[in-house]
């Protein structure tokens, strides 16, 4: 069942986005080469305390998974997603993904980002642009009388159109008092399928692009998500409502993506 939120729950979880949008700025401009994705982490959970926030993230254990260690998901180069957070330190030339969700007031928030440390090679700025244009694509469709399936071939059309590949391992999902609701939102999929969208949705919509195979391997760590091939790996993502006027992405303020 595809829980619908009052205009009330939606206030909280635009609370919860603004919170979410401000923190990845912030961890954003921290991200220089020399910083470690640990350091990251840490100014995370410090905004969580400051703000009087839970962490989307910290102990999640989906299925007997180990409890997620950290607050933030910080993803570096052939890293899809899920990196753990630890003494790595960023380079210039990086392609650095974070990953972050937090609890206000019952609400969950969710958003990633993937930004070059420093400059990066053409190639990798192509994979970025690819992927955030693609999430656009998504959400562009996110209007009620829509149905699922047009924002995942709206994405999947995007990627593959710009020659890169759509990650079919993991998807986006509805979201509200748990970060993970039905339905599952994939990045694939053929247009005029599925439940059709209402007003009250709310969705997490994150493409996860590659620059070579689609194909996916979990590290031993049992978060880590890695390029079968070793090539780099894109990923952004919003939480979005779907309302009357058509959709309004949550997890965004001034200068974000
Ligand atoms: N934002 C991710 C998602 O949508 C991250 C969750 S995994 C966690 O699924 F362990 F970090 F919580
Ligand atoms: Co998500």
Not at 82 to 111: A, Y
Not at 178 to 190: A, L
Request: proline share 6%.
């Amino acid at each position: 069942m595809i829980q619908l939120k009052s205009e009330r729950e939606l206030e909280k979880m635009r609370e919860a986005g603004r919170h979410v949008a401000e923190i990845l700025l912030l961890l954003r401009e921290m991200a220089l080469p020399g910083v470690t994705t640990g350091e990251l982490n840490e100014a995370a959970a410090h905004e969580l305390g400051a703000r009087k926030l839970e962490s989307s993230f910290l102990g999640y254990s989906p299925g007997g998974a180990p409890a997620y260690p950290a607050v933030l998901c910080t993803s570096v180069n052939e890293e899809i997603v899920h990196g753990i957070p630890g003494d790595r330190v960023l380079v210039e030339g990086d392609l650095l993904k974070l990953d972050f969700g937090v609890i206000f007031s019952g609400f969950h928030g969710d958003s990633a980002v993937a930004f070059p440390i420093g400059e990066a090679p053409e190639p990798v700025l192509g994979l970025q642009e690819a992927t955030l244009r693609s999430l656009y694509a998504g959400v562009e469709q996110m209007v009620p009388g829509n149905r699922l399936g047009d924002v995942s071939n709206a994405v999947q059309t995007a990627v593959e159109g710009a020659g890169f590949t759509i990650v079919r391992d993991f998807v986006g999902h509805g979201i509200g008092r748990s970060m993970h609701e039905p339905p599952q939102v994939p990045n694939f999929g053929r247009g005029g399928r599925g439940p059709r969208l209402r007003p009250g949705m709310v969705l997490a919509i994150e493409p996860m692009v590659n620059m070579g195979t689609a194909e996916v391997e979990v590290l031993d760590d049992g978060w880590t998500a890695v390029t079968a091939d070793g090539e780099c790996s894109c990923h952004f993502e919003h939480t979005v409502a779907i309302t009357q006027k058509g959709p309004q992405i949550l997890t965004q303020v001034a200068g974000s993506h």
